[in-house]
């Protein structure tokens, strides 16, 4: 089990705004790191594989980065169909989660 | 289209058992591997348990190694939970998701099935 560590758990910003959210793997894992988006009783819908591919369908405006214990996620202009519950997934050994980033609108 | 849908979720007491199904649709079910993802009320997601496309490797969470089982039947296409002992702490939507990578295993996981409840309680 590899324990990730998301930050912040819980950030507001304005539409428009750039948000930043930030995943640390307690070991190295390559670029074995995902990122999903979650809205309240939904399944959680894939955004970024691989640390920085971007989804087929998913909006440009989101990106990944970093590779080995640190990685980004980025909203690059923030609009309100992008609230809910952000979550990084390691691959590099079995599966684990990140504890999640809810994003709200000031 | 592609298509998760999971079953057999509802109220268990504690030390009972629950077998989950997940039946897919729109792809070809024996080139994927499988998870099941958990999600306490108002809790985070945790993942639970993985089975490779020909059934040959299984990985467990710490939490319910040696109680919960996954696997999965290609002529029903269909991949189960079975969860032995279960205890108050088991509560939480359990999702059924596919991984994207054909004949390979831990990957990312797309598509998503809506979740099935388990509620443990005496």
């Known amino acids: 089990d590899i324990p990730m560590t998301q930050s912040p758990s819980s950030l507001s910003a304005s539409i428009g705004d750039r948000v930043t959210i930030t995943c640390q793997a307690s070991?190295?894992?390559?670029?074995?790191l995902n990122w999903y988006h979650q809205k309240p009783g939904k399944a959680p819908k894939l955004l970024i594989y691989g640390a920085s591919n971007l989804e087929t369908g998913v909006p440009s405006r989101f990106s990944g980065s970093g590779s080995g214990t640190h990685f980004t996620f980025t909203i690059s202009s923030l609009q309100p169909e992008d609230i809910g519950t952000y979550y990084c997934q390691q691959y590099a050994s079995l599966c684990s989660f990140g504890q999640g980033t809810k994003l709200e609108i000031k | 289209q592609e298509q998760l849908v999971e079953s057999g979720g509802g109220v268990v007491q504690p030390g009972r058992s629950l077998r989950l199904s997940c039946a897919a649709s729109g792809f070809t079910f024996s080139n994927y591997a499988f998870h099941w993802v958990r999600q306490a009320p108002g809790k985070g997601l945790e993942w639970v348990a993985a089975?490779?496309?020909?059934?040959?490797?299984?990985g467990y969470a710490d939490s319910v190694k040696g109680r919960f089982t996954i696997s999965r039947d290609s002529s029903k296409n269909t991949v189960y939970l079975q969860m032995n002992s279960l205890r108050p702490e088991d509560t939480a939507v359990y999702f059924c998701g596919r991984d994207r990578v054909t004949f390979e295993m831990y990957n990312w996981i797309d598509p998503w099935g809506q979740g099935t409840l388990v509620t443990v309680s005496s």
């Open positions: 070991q190295d894992i390559n670029t074995y």
């Open positions: 089975i490779s496309y020909d059934e040959q490797n299984k």
